[in-house]
């Protein structure tokens, strides 16, 4: 990982604001959550996650086993907060889809998939907004925001993804600090 | 006798694996002794080869592995593909005192010299003469000209690539040749020097090899190093000085071999010996040798000399004045400032270089720089860089075609500074031993004591509003600054412990790093800095243990550490 970015998630962990939150509020975040739910919602993850990052001249997200590679992270490296708010933020998704279309989100067209996650990408938005930096830390991250960061890194570290819509360069050899950008280049795929 | 050598080297991270080089090379029979498993070069680098997508978790920590080590996982860079190199946190426990601390460990064969961070840069006389000048601490019983032969010495072995800038607080050394500044950097360079003529952004010193060096490298500019450089591309005792030991046939080294106390003879004053702990059998051994080296880390060698105790050493060997574990020191860092650029879109790098950019000190160097508010001083390592998708993902709003498009081209140009700074010898700050709690081997817990004051504070602001100030005059939007406040150990620069001095009763080891009263016993880590200056110590861990090497071999001969 860059330094900067490890500076910069530092900054989330600093600071030691502890918000008082309510009897309900509180056991809806920190109780066990049930992640075999997770693998309910493996179809569905893997079309959000093809919303977030489509195909286009490079394979999109759910090509690239996204979906599963959310899941596993969902469990392994998410405290249990953010675990609530995603399994939590999954079963939302599918209500509003069919009370607002009458049907699952893998049936809806692309431009109704856009609308929905638009909407919970607001909702995550005023969470933040309401909350700021350190208080989300508290609350845990919202849907939204935990399913396109494992999405983005998901896709981002994948073969598809590294090689294909990114640069990879697994032994560079050498490093020239001074290269002409040519028009259409891919970003580099690791630092 | 199997169980005799003529020397014995406790420990085989970044000095230990220079005792053992020198010592094997002038002919001398030599145990290493390391207490965690063999990490053989390339073959024990599993994950050397891996790509991002070989790993399960995308190079992410687990919330299980955080769990489980709350420290070694806070490490800058802790990933999926090294933390084979740092302890478990849970086998591994210490107490943690007056103060956080982070203790980062690496129990290995080659210790923490796997993952370091390969920075090199000089010690000047501004460094060993500061603590006289302003009575603080004690003063360095050496000066820059007993250590600028030993400088030269290691460089040349270790193959450092950097460029001679002509500062006298940062003394140019022998160098491979320099890797590149991005477009950015080059600019930010060019600027400083407008703005700020004594001021100066130079290139890293680093110990990653620019060209092929004595069978090594050269660094293939993966950036992988942490994982272990299948190419030989840095310096480790892995790579470098224990199969330059190993070749001589004079090296027997021994893993899993935990030192529980050094043996001394009260009637010849000497050190005899080494009693160990075998980490796998639990078996109690001896083993002796003329000659002892204890190169076990800042902490390590401390503990191992105040478990060492007897009816003349009651509070450990060579204890006499009751300051050893005294003026524990560690840089502090993570304060500086960063900022956009807006413009050279069209500019970009290829490769990942392994080094940073450095802005050597620039206070308190001279009167014009003096400083009413704070001794001593800091530089800066930062970088430039297009921001990736690992930058941009959390900034980026939005999904879909164009979301995908941004993220998978290069981000906007920004820059990152981040200052290293010295910290003062502070007696209150300490490394002793747990009067109760004993890890699984029955030897005590190490107990440290530490926290930063107020010349440290004081220049942290001084480092953050310059860092801004730099950053503002070179034409960077959006310049924040930052102060993280990262507890004692979190730059893994720990030192002292044991300082070096020309009095036995206010220091622990004189100017050859012998143990005052035990002439057999050499310290040579971190834990004989008698002040911590701002740079990168390694280089100067591996100079001192060179010539302390050189003066123990000959005064073996003359007869005078029998």
């Known amino acids: 990982m860059h330094r900067r970015t490890a500076v910069k998630r530092l900054s989330l962990l600093a600071g030691g604001v502890l918000l008082s939150l309510g009897g309900i509020k509180y056991y809806q975040l920190h109780k066990v959550p049930d992640l075999s739910l997770l693998d309910k919602y493996r179809a569905l993850l893997g079309d959000l996650s093809d919303t977030i990052i489509p195909a286009s001249d490079s394979p999109g997200a759910k090509e690239a086993g996204v979906g599963d590679f959310v899941i596993k992270m969902v469990r392994d490296c998410t405290d249990r907060k953010s675990q609530n708010n995603f399994i939590g933020g999954l079963k939302d998704l599918a209500g509003y889809a069919q009370n607002k279309y009458g049907k699952s989100y893998g049936q809806c067209t692309v431009e109704e998939r856009t609308e929905i996650l638009s909407h919970f990408e607001k909702k995550a938005k005023s969470f933040s907004r309401l909350l700021g930096k350190v208080e989300s830390k508290v609350e845990g991250d919202p849907f939204f925001v935990t399913l396109k960061n494992y999405v983005v890194l998901g896709y981002c570290t994948s073969k598809p993804g590294a090689t294909q819509a990114l640069r990879y360069d697994f032994i560079p050899g050498k490093y020239i600090g001074v290269v002409a950008l040519t028009p259409g280049q891919r970003a580099w795929a690791t630092e | 006798m199997g169980q005799t050598y003529d020397a014995i080297v406790i420990g085989s991270g970044i000095s230990g694996g220079w005792a053992a080089k020198e010592l094997c090379e002038k002919g001398l029979s030599t145990l290493v002794l390391e207490r965690g498993r063999n990490v053989e070069h390339v073959k024990d680098y599993t994950t050397a080869f891996m790509n991002p997508w070989d790993f399960e978790h995308g190079l992410r920590v687990t919330e299980k592995d955080k769990a489980e080590n709350p420290i070694q996982s806070q490490v800058f860079g802790y990933n999926e593909g090294n933390k084979q190199f740092f302890v478990n946190d849970k086998e591994h426990p210490y107490v943690q005192g007056h103060g956080a601390f982070n203790w980062v460990r690496g129990y290995q064969v080659g210790g923490r010299s796997l993952t370091w961070g390969r920075l090199c840069y000089r010690w000047s006389d501004l460094d060993f003469e500061a603590n006289a000048k302003e009575g603080i601490g004690v003063d360095w019983p050496i000066r820059y000209k007993d250590i600028a032969p030993w400088y030269d010495y290691v460089e040349k072995f270790v193959g450092i690539s950097g460029q001679p800038e002509g500062l006298p607080q940062l003394p140019d050394g022998v160098f491979l040749p320099p890797m590149e500044m991005n477009f950015l950097e080059k600019h930010f360079k060019e600027q400083i020097k407008k703005h700020f003529p004594e001021r100066c952004v130079t290139i890293g010193r680093s110990a990653n090899l620019s060209r092929g060096w004595n069978g090594r490298g050269p660094c293939q500019f993966r950036n992988l190093c942490s994982r272990g450089c299948p190419f030989g591309g840095y310096f480790s005792s892995n790579s470098a000085t224990l199969p330059v030991a190993l070749a001589t046939g004079n090296l027997t080294l021994r893993p899993f071999s935990i030192v529980a106390e050094v043996l001394y003879d009260k009637d010849k004053k000497r050190a005899t010996g080494v009693r160990i702990i075998d980490a796998m059998t639990h078996e109690s051994i001896e083993f002796y040798a003329k000659v002892i080296f204890l190169n076990a880390s800042t902490i390590g060698s401390t503990s191992i000399l105040l478990q060492s105790k007897s009816a003349e050493f009651p509070d450990g060997l060579g204890n006499t004045n009751g300051l050893m574990g005294r003026f524990l020191m560690d840089h502090h860092e993570r304060v500086g400032a960063e900022g956009v650029y807006h413009g050279f879109m069209d500019e970009y790098y290829s490769g990942r ?54 993220l998978t081209s290069p981000g906007p140009w920004t820059i990152q500074i981040n200052a290293w700074g010295e910290t003062l010898p502070y007696a209150e700050n300490k490394v002793s031993l747990s009067a109760d709690k004993k890890d699984r081997w029955g030897l005590p817990l190490a107990e440290i004591d530490f926290s930063f004051q107020s010349n440290e504070q004081h220049m942290r602001k001084d480092a953050k509003h310059c860092a801004a100030e730099m950053l503002s005059a070179a034409g960077f939007a959006d310049v924040s600054e930052f102060d993280y406040q990262a507890p004692g150990g979190a730059s893994i620069h720990e030192m002292g412990g044991m300082r070096m001095g020309r009095d036995p009763k206010t220091s622990l080891l004189n100017g050859n790093n012998q143990l005052h009263g035990v002439k057999n016993l050499f310290v040579t880590d971190g834990s004989c800095m008698t002040s911590s200056a701002c740079q990168n110590p390694s280089l100067t861990y591996m100079a001192l243990t060179a010539r302390a090497c050189d003066y123990a071999v000959s005064e073996l001969k003359k007869g005078n550490l029998g």
């Open chain 2, 353 to 406: 270089r392994p080094n940073t950019v450095y802005i050597p000190r620039f206070r308190n160097i001279d009167a014009a720089t003096a400083r009413t508010d704070y001794s001593r001083g800091f530089g800066y390592t930062g970088s430039a860089m297009r921001e990736s998708w690992n930058e941009q993902s959390a900034v980026l709003p939005g999904f879909g075609p164009g979301f995908k498009n941004q």
